[in-house]
């Protein structure tokens, strides 16, 4: 991607080879609803009043998603299938991937796309948060695979930017920034998955060097080893004989494939063995490595930052990644939907159920009730999660690069809060609406050439990594709720009364408003709750973490949809005056609906958001009711 360049908008169509059917390659990216959220709700070009990001513009931001869209759909999307079905492969300790990867990789690094939002010093295109993030959303709905390789090298570069010497930066980072060397994250070992503290790689200090002597083996490393760039930078967690047991004594080490020289050349191999493969559920494409370090005692590694601060530090990393991770759910179940809703457009299966003539036609299962439903539920879900993305990545841009302090330690909080929502929610509901895909297509879903169970396969990971969502709902209950004193929580309430309150006595969404300030009065009753009970009993209030984080992913989202609905009926109303259609006019408006684009996209937006509120969010208040029940029977159940 040349940002000198000025590409005209794209829109992508399913061209299926006969009614009903779709092919694997095929991608819609809903390039529109990304636009209508950064630029109309969000208004993300505000950012280029901050020094940051003052030589970029509105033009070129939408030049970007021109060009992220040219290139999902005209490169990631057609290489997808082949992929999955070759899969990485262990070849005499080297993993191997597809072989369509080998240009693909090229053309991705060519395109400037590596590391779309890091230091442009050392290679990064310095987007703004959620610009990229929302560029990233058209590659992973696009192949999700292929994006690891990229996402956890640039991630890790991003930790030894931060946290690494001098000597580090110089040697690793502009490498791994524009694709060069590849990078990864070593956490999990087989005896400690989540519980990082019981790991036993150790790292001993040499005397009279500056590197550690590595030895341990991790397990379930994302793109652990690959064959599409010269060195792969992992970044391992480790324990120095003698420092503290448990998380206390834990390090971060940089631990080369090869070993580097001090001019930056590559040395001799670093004693870094792959082990295997995992053969998995789904992302075929991307390898899951179990490596091992210091076989032979000759692997080496360099301390990052202060000893017994690598969780710290890790966690950096670690919560960049699970905002991709929840990026993964929104990006492929928007993927799913598409593919939904263009086939149930073509399918033409059973006769409307009004239709009594005595020879009724069969119609597009679209026309059916129960479908509808399904693409509703899809749809409402969708923009949700998008929304729930780009406007914590848009805390991000304000968190990271504010020049006013309150308004940088407000964006912080609100991005420590929702981190964990966007990740464990959007991953959850991403692998409901592939489910709901699946149905739309019936028997066609479940068979490979319709693309629609590998999306299911693929998302379904989103859910385990980088911190299981269990683990997701504890940190939102036992920390962020916790955090200031409750005090980024009642941010949060503070901000989301002022909206609905100013929508009360409005005719149009007063009432939907109130039904999102009773959720988000069910929400607040259920925390402060949580406070009397964990006194007398703590498990109860971790019994229903889970199920609180989904509460709070449903209140959010019908507070996004609203404000997203007042926004689009504002729009709305400025084409009825221009397009000079009366308010009584019932017959007139719908007949523009169906002939203007933007007056379809605009109504339909504030039927989304009617859908979710009154059909989706109550369940916010069912799961206040079990909150409030007192059952402890999973608790007391002798299993």
């Not at 690069?401 to 509901?429: G, N």
Request: proline content about 4%.
């Amino acid at each position: 991607m040349s940002i000198h360049s000025r590409a005209g908008p794209r829109r992508c169509h399913f061209s299926p080879a006969a009614q009903g059917t779709t092919t694997m390659s095929e991608y819609l990216f809903d390039r529109r609803d990304v636009e209508f959220n950064l630029f109309d709700v969000l208004g993300v070009e505000e950012l280029t009043k901050l020094s940051r990001y003052q030589d970029y513009s509105r033009e070129l931001f939408e030049m970007v998603l021109g060009e992220a869209e040219k290139f999902a759909v005209g490169k990631l999307a057609p290489a997808n299938a082949e992929a999955d079905e070759v899969g990485s492969r262990l070849i005499d300790g080297n993993v191997v991937l597809p072989d369509n990867y080998t240009q693909l990789f090229k053309d991705f690094r060519d395109g400037g796309w590596f590391a779309p939002v890091h230091n442009p010093e050392y290679g990064g295109q310095g987007l703004p948060q959620s610009v990229g993030m929302a560029a990233i959303e058209a590659f992973v709905g696009s192949h999700p695979s292929f994006m690891f390789i990229s996402g956890l090298t640039v991630s890790a570069g991003h930790l030894i930017e931060v946290h690494g010497t001098e000597r580090d930066v110089e040697l690793y980072l502009e490498k791994m920034y524009t694709g060069q060397w590849g990078g990864t994250m070593c956490l999990t070992e087989p005896q400690a998955g989540s519980a990082l503290g019981d790991l036993t790689t150790t790292a001993t200090p040499v005397d009279g060097e500056d590197y550690y002597d590595i030895v341990g083996n991790k397990i379930f490393i994302s793109a652990g080893d690959q064959n599409l760039t010269e060195n792969i930078v992992h970044l391992v967690l480790a324990r120095v004989p003698g420092d503290p047991e448990g998380s206390r004594g834990i390090s971060l080490f940089i631990v080369p494939k090869i070993r580097v020289n001090a001019d930056g050349s590559l040395a001799e191999p670093n004693d870094v063995a792959i082990t295997g493969i995992e053969e998995k559920m789904g992302i075929h494409a991307s390898p899951t490595c179990s490596i091992s370090f210091g076989d032979h005692g000759e692997c080496r590694g360099w301390l990052v930052g202060e000893r017994c601060r690598g969780l710290q530090y890790m966690f950096l990393m670690m919560n960049e990644a699970r905002l991709v991770t929840g990026l993964q759910g929104v990006a492929i179940g928007n993927a799913a939907y598409q593919s939904a809703l263009v086939y149930a457009k073509e399918r033409s299966q059973g006769p409307k159920v009004t239709d009594r003539s005595e020879a009724p036609k069969s119609v597009a299962i679209i026309e059916h009730p129960d479908v509808r439903r399904n693409l509703m539920t899809m749809k409402a879900y969708g923009e949700a999660l998008r929304a729930l993305l780009l406007n914590t990545a848009f805390m991000s841009d304000f968190a990271l690069y504010s020049e006013d302090e309150a308004e940088k330690t407000k964006a912080q909080d609100m991005l420590d809060l929702l981190t964990p929502i966007c990740k464990a929610f959007c991953s959850d509901m991403g692998f409901k609406m592939t489910e709901l895909a699946m149905q739309v297509f019936g028997g066609y879903g479940y068979i490979k050439e319709y693309g629609v169970e590998q999306k299911m396969r693929d998302v379904k990971i989103a859910s385990i990594y980088e911190g299981t969502n269990g683990i997701q709902a504890l940190d939102l209950l036992g920390r962020k709720m916790r955090m200031k004193s409750g005090g980024l929580f009642l941010t949060w309430l503070q901000d989301t009364n002022e909206f609905l309150g100013s929508l009360s006595e409005d005719e149009t969404f007063g009432e939907m408003a109130k039904q999102v300030d009773a959720a988000k009065n069910a929400l607040g009753e259920a925390a402060f709750g949580f406070t009397a009970s964990g006194k007398k009993d703590p498990e109860y209030p971790l019994l229903h973490a889970t199920p609180y984080l989904r509460m709070f992913g449903l209140v959010e989202s019908a507070r996004l949809l609203l404000k997203q609905a007042t926004v689009a009926q504002s729009k709305l109303s400025a084409i009825w005056d221009e397009k000079g259609v009366s308010a009584d006019d019932a017959e007139a408006r719908q007949a523009l609906i169906e002939q203007n684009d933007d007056a379809r996209f605009y109504e339909n937006k504030v039927k989304t958001a009617q859908f979710f509120i009154y059909q989706i969010l109550p369940e916010a208040r069912a799961i206040l009711k079990s909150i409030q029940s007192g059952d402890r029977s999973a608790l007391e159940v002798a299993f």
